[in-house]
């Protein structure tokens, strides 16, 4: 069984990594748009509430509310955002690929992403579930875990997939 669940995160490090191997360009502007927004300058921090939808190069970031923290530097009359907390409904999209979770961090100093609470991989036929994936943008590399906190002792009330399992469907290519 440990052997199963040791292919599976392999097949999802393969599915995850595949199409997407292209580094992200995580020094291109993010555009925003969100139904809300409230400035909070003195704690260097902007809440995006509503439709929420977050842009930079070819990914998109979408959720519910999205806490954005910046630096308190300003270069060219736009402040420097350090930190994307997203939370309710989260989907990130990139060429050929969308996950979903209940919760994404995007850190744009370390460019990782990662996801939490029932997250899902989709990359053509390909599909992935767990309870934590994290995406370096440099590499392209994604990492599924089957619980929110990484490994089989989860804390009480964090949110994991299938009993701790990383479950998925992988398609098979047709053969002549």
Request: proline share 3%.
């Amino acid at each position: 069984m440990a052997h199963l669940t040791r292919l599976l995160a392999l097949g999802a490090l393969f599915l995850a990594s595949g199409a997407s191997a292209q580094s992200h360009n995580s020094g291109a502007p993010i555009d925003f748009g969100a139904d809300h927004i409230e400035l909070q300058d003195k704690a260097n921090r902007a809440i995006l509430t509503g439709n929420v939808s977050v842009r930079q190069a070819e990914m998109t970031l979408n959720a519910a509310r999205m806490t954005v923290a910046y630096t308190g530097q300003v270069v060219d009359g736009s402040p420097q955002v350090s930190r994307l907390d997203a939370a309710g409904g989260v989907t990130v999209t990139r060429p050929q690929q969308t996950a979903r979770s209940q919760y994404a961090v995007y850190d744009l100093n370390r460019r990782v992403i990662t996801m939490l609470g029932t997250v899902s991989l989709l990359q053509g036929g390909n599909t992935v579930n767990g309870g934590r994936l994290t995406i370096n943008l440099d590499t392209g590399r994604a990492v599924i875990d089957g619980s929110a906190v990484g490994g089989a002792g989860a804390a009480p009330g964090t949110t994991t997939s299938r009993g701790g399992r990383v479950t998925g469907t992988f398609s098979v290519p047709k053969r002549n």
